[in-house]
């Protein structure tokens, strides 16, 4: 606290006027990061009429986020922390893979609704996609079984098969 306290030029009591603890202030700061990464993630699908294109450009976007140091860090120390500090845990779920869940069952809701799709629960439809497109690595990284970021080659291969899968069972017959 005292290192950030200086770095902000403010003193340590200022910090906890407005953080109650050092956790609460390190998720403040991932969620402003989080918020920052996230800015053209959701753009992707909105942006391309395309349904594999848009669903493509998403999966990578959201895979380079996650795999990215910063986030696994983030996702690390959260976990690390929320069997004392429930809430935390809670407010960093809501507030990131819930949200981001929810912005994209909204997508597939207007792309049922268009015609292109068929799925009877869009909540659970965009978490398996989400999930599909991590599938071998994200965990691996996690867990520092791997250290370094999969090459975009890679990413793109597994976003490939997620968009082929997913659309598999969701697409229009």
């Given at each position: 606290m005292s290192d950030i306290a200086a770095a902000a030029n403010?003193?340590?009591?200022?910090?906890?006027?407005?953080?109650?603890?050092?956790?609460?202030?390190?998720?403040?700061?991932?969620e402003r990061e989080r918020e920052e990464q996230k800015r053209g993630i959701f753009e992707a699908l909105d942006d391309d009429p395309d349904l594999g294109h848009a669903l493509t450009h998403f999966g990578e976007r959201i895979v380079q986020l996650l795999v990215c140091d910063f986030a696994l860090s983030a996702q690390r120390i959260v976990v690390g922390v929320?069997?004392?500090?429930?809430?935390?845990?809670?407010?960093?779920y809501e507030n990131g893979p819930l949200q981001g869940a929810r912005r994209i069952a909204g997508y597939l809701d207007r792309k049922v609704a268009e015609g292109q799709l068929e799925i009877d629960d869009t909540a659970l439809a965009a978490v398996q996609f989400v999930d599909l497109c991590q599938s071998t690595l994200l965990r691996p990284r996690l867990f520092n079984a791997v250290r370094e970021r999969p090459s975009d080659a890679e990413i793109s291969r597994v976003v490939a098969s997620a968009v082929a899968m997913f659309l598999a069972r969701y697409g229009k017959r």
């Open positions: 403010v003193s340590k009591g200022t910090l906890y006027v407005y953080f109650e603890d050092k956790e609460h202030l390190f998720v403040a700061l991932i929320a069997e004392r500090m429930p809430d935390l845990g809670r407010e960093f």
